[in-house]
Every structure is written in C-alpha cells, then in structure tokens.
C-alpha cells in the first residue's frame, strides 16, 4: 500500500513513520511518499525516517520528490499535512493580530482566519489533483484550520477526505484515565468544529461517568483542562471544553499573556526549527536523537500562554506524547482492512447536528470501516454551543467564500464576523495588514 505525505518535510512526519514503522499486520504502508517544496527539508527528515527504520529490514520503503503530481499518482491514501507560508508567515499572523489587540492564533480568531484564507486556495488544488490522478485515494487531512481545509477540499473530494485532530482524543482520554476508566472502553459524547468542541459525557457500559468528575473539585483540578478552565467554571458549563475554547471563555487574559511574552508561538516554533534544520545540515548529526530532543522542548512548551494565564502549571508527563499519527493510523487501518472502530473525525455534517447544514464539516465521533467514516447521530448542542458553533461556521464559510471569488470585502466580512473580532474598522486593518504581508494574499482584491 503507498502512502503519500505532503508537507512530507515537516517536523512531525517522523510520528507517523514510527507509527507505521509499529504496524506489523497484513496490507500495511510498504511504501511511503514524501512530498514537500523545500528540498532541504526533505532531505533533513528523510535521514531521520532512516534512523527510525535502522534494523527493521520490514520498514516501508521512503522516496522523496518536489513534484506533486508524481507524489499523487498510484497513492492508496494521501496525508495533506502543509504549511502554506512556513512558521514565518505563522508568526506573521500573530504580529499583525496582536499589533490590533486581538488573537492571532494558528488556527482560532484572525490569525486562523489569515492562515485560512492563504491556505484554502492551495488545499483546492491539491483536491482536484487528487481527483484526477488518484481518484481512488483517500485523503487524511492534517492541515490546519482542519475542519476549514477539510470542507474546502470537500466540495472536490466528497467523503473521500476526512481530517483529523488528536485535541478530543486526548481530552477523552485524559477524562477516563481521571475517572479510573480504560479510555479504549469508553465512549465519548464530543461534538462541534475542529478546536471548537464540548466533552458532554463520557459513558462506560451504558453509564455517564461525567457528572462524577464535575461535582467533585478535586477530581476536577488533577487534568490539564481541569486547570485550565478552573472548577467553577466547568460546573457552571456542564461539560469539558476543547483546550482551544480557553481563548473564547478567556480571551483577554489570553491575549494580554501573548502580547507580553518575550516570542509568539509561531515565533518560538520558526526560530526553534530553523536551528533543527540547520544542525540536520551537518552530515554527521545524529538526525533522530536531534530530533527527539527537539520534539520534547515543542510539546513540553505547547500552549504555555494559556496555561500561564489560568496559573494551569506544566503539561503533564502523560500528555506530551502527542497522539494525532495514532488516529491517522487507526483511520487507514479501519478503511484499507475493514477494522471497524469509532473515532472523533472531522466529517461532512450529513444531519448529525441538527443546528448546521448537511455539507458542514463538524468534529464528532463516527463509525469507520472499509466505506469511510459515518458520523453518529448525536444530541442538539446546548444553546450556547450552538450559537458559537453557527458562528464560526459562518465565519468558515466567508473564508471559503472569499478564496474563492478572491473578493478583498468578503475576507473583510470574514474577519468582522469572528467572536474574538471586536470591530469592522479592525477587520479592514487586519485586511490590510495582512496582505501586506503575506504574498499569498495576493488574490483578494
């Protein structure tokens, strides 16, 4: 089976690989394609794959291109994972919302909205390639904003693309192992958008163990969203929200936290991989103990400004492991040998939640086998989640919207229409700000 990774020299490639290098079953990945438009890049992880693979005569064999199309053909699945713009053109997307008093977030507020609107044009491209060279391929999203790329690609794709994040993953499990419960047994009622999703209840042989957590402090203040959020105010919600809601519910602080550390994300990120890639280019390097090393400083600092805000501490030991390359795994698993199993997936809408359209991609648990995903049918969102849910989504939409018809008032409107947008004279300047910028913006005019 060939797999096709784009963005193939990104930093995270070498988690799947492991993760593919543990797959020992029947109709596995033997053969791995990595796609990316920096050669260096490539070069750099493909060394690190080598050390991975290192006595492991079975490892699924590595080739790397700077051509697309010869990436796309003959691939069984294909796993998007770009960066439109590199980690700079991340830290620019904080710079210029944070310079306005808002959130710049990768992939909440105006920064993901800027990253969206450069990104959209080329995860389309992508999808119509796809179409035409491995119409058969399904296609794993990892590409951020994932339910905003996702959708975008889509309207090309149909069913055929499904993204994925590991954020509800982990929170699920990080509920359960609280709960004394085996993650693997527990079914997770989690429903609404990529980064913008509610744990509503967590049920163990037909039992909602969630109201347990949330009447008991404690309990409640011993995991990272616990901590987070704070006690009181997951009581009051009645639910545990995605880690990303922490720049809704507590966006001043949030952004008075970025706006006063020494770096941005995007900005620590970018000076931290430029010295990754840089160091790769001593021939000699030890590539995988570099890299690891590398990878421990990234998760351990993940999220840092947000936890400072709410005084949440350091990520627990048991949460730096990451996790998105299992889903991606189980994903493939269950639809190329028919293993059916359940997964939180970003998925077209199809009636599950009643408040969104049918064509809306939403993040909620489905059902996969050997025909894709199928999203469960799931309860209404609660009145306040609706409303922020309908929102983004039609946020979502002004971004597709204006990709599309390369109209300047439209992104304006995009931007305008956001939560954590205050104002329609701070969307024109962000507009303005950002195409100033970003030459992948060119397009709006």
Known sequence: ????????????????????????????????????????????????????????????????????????????????????????????????????GVLGQ????????????????????????????????WVINFTNPAGLVTEAMSRHLGDRVIGICDSPVGLGRRIARVLGADPDRAWIDYAGLNHLGWVRALRVDGHDLLPRLLADPQ?????????????????????????YLHYYYFNRETVAAYRSAERTRGAFLHDQQARFYAEMADPHAPALDLWNRTRAEREATYMAENREAAGAGD????DLSGGYEKVALALMRAIARDERTTLILDVRNRGTLSALDADAVVEVP???????????????????????V????????????????????????????????????????????????????????
């Not at 990768?106 to 119409?135: F, K, N």
């Open 366 to 388: 489905c059902l996969v086998d050997a025909s894709g995903a199928h999203p469960v049918t799931a309860d209404p969102l609660s009145a306040h989640a609706a409303g922020l």
């Open 390 to 445: 309908c929102a983004v989504k039609a946020v979502e939409r002004e971004i597709l919207a204006a990709a599309e018809s390369g109209s300047r008032s439209t992104a304006v409107k995009a931007f305008a229409l956001h939560p954590l947008v205050d104002s329609v004279n701070v969307a024109r300047r962000l507009v303005d700000g950002y195409t100033a910028v970003h030459p992948g913006l060119a397009y709006l005019t």
């Open 1 to 100: 089976m060939r797999l096709a990774i784009l963005g193939g020299g990104g930093f995270r490639v070498p988690l799947v690989y492991g993760a593919l290098l543990d797959d020992r079953a029947e109709g596995r990945v033997t053969q791995v394609v990595l796609h990316d438009v920096d050669a260096g890049r490539l070069s750099a992880v493909r060394r690190v794959l080598a050390e991975q693979a290192a006595g492991r005569p079975d490892a699924p064999e590595v080739t790397v291109t700077t051509e697309l199309d010869e990436a796309l053909r003959g691939a069984d699945f294909v796993f998007s994972a770009i960066r439109v713009g590199g980690l700079e053109g991340r830290a620019q997307d904080e710079r210029v919302a944070l310079a306005e």
């Open 219 to 243: 309990l409640l203040g011993s995991f990272e969203e616990g901590r987070l959020f704070g006690a009181d105010w997951l009581r009051t919600l009645g639910a545990i929200p995605n880690e």
């Open 106 to 137: 990768e992939t909440v507020g105006a920064g993901g909205i800027a990253y969206g609107l450069r990104t959209v044009p080329v995860a389309v491209d992508i999808a119509r390639r796809v179409a035409r060279l491995a119409p058969d391929a």
């Open 315 to 318: 990520r627990d030991e048991d």
